[in-house]
């Protein structure tokens, strides 16, 4: 792979965090959060399902936060956790969501060199917003929309406005990356350039063609 300079003048290139910048939590991730959780077999499969359909909430900043959330989860699957326990499971979920996709800073470091602007728009927490802000990924990106910080959570239109308002571009302006495919065209809806990211091969290739 050639690597250099990718260069947008003009335009703001948004990028989506989980499985774009980091990579899916690994199976090792999720056994020790089913381990923390004191699950297996059926009751293992109703704890991710509850993970799951409860996540919405969380990533919107409703429900009770971080705590909420996991009392949510417990009392769909009949658990009694103490202020401990969700702590510890707080602690291995959020450890999950940290592990880097390399390729993705390549060309994050790459988009830098050539002076392209960057904004990151999650759906995450707002517990996620912290080390968005102050670790590594402050070199790259001048702004951060966490979904959980204001209310609102892709696909809605409403969040991608208000990433164009804070930025102060328009629509055009800007080209979105995320792994959701929903999430992607309804960014396209407000005149965004999107990209479904599968690789980072594969947004390498596509922003050097919009170059």
């Known amino acids: 792979m050639t690597r250099g300079p990718i260069a947008l003048p003009g335009r703001t290139v948004i990028f989506d965090y989980g499985e ?113 802000r102050h670790g590594p990924l402050r070199e790259y990106f001048e702004a951060f929309f966490v979904s959980g910080e204001i209310g609102l959570i892709k696909p809605d239109p409403a969040i991608y406005s208000h990433a164009l308002a804070g930025l102060g571009i328009a629509g055009s302006d800007a080209v979105f990356t995320d792994n959701k495919e929903e999430n992607v065209r309804a960014a396209e809806t407000l005149g965004i350039t999107g990209h479904v990211f599968t690789s980072p091969e594969k947004l390498r290739a596509f922003l050097v063609s919009l170059a």
């Open 20 to 132: 774009v910048i980091t990579v899916t939590p690994s199976p090792a991730d999720r056994a020790v959060i089913a381990r923390v959780a004191g699950v297996e077999g059926e009751d293992e499969a109703k704890f991710w399902n509850s993970y799951a359909a409860h996540r919405g909430r969380l990533d919107q900043g409703t429900g009770g936060g971080v705590r909420g959330y996991w009392e949510s989860i417990a009392a769909d699957i009949g658990a009694d956790w103490d202020e401990a326990r969700i702590y510890e499971l707080w602690t291995a979920d959020f450890r999950g969501w940290l592990s880097v996709e390399p390729g993705t800073i390549d060309v994050l470091s790459d988009l830098k060199a050539g002076g392209t602007r960057l904004a990151l728009l999650s759906n995450a927490g707002a517990d996620f917003g912290g080390i968005m």
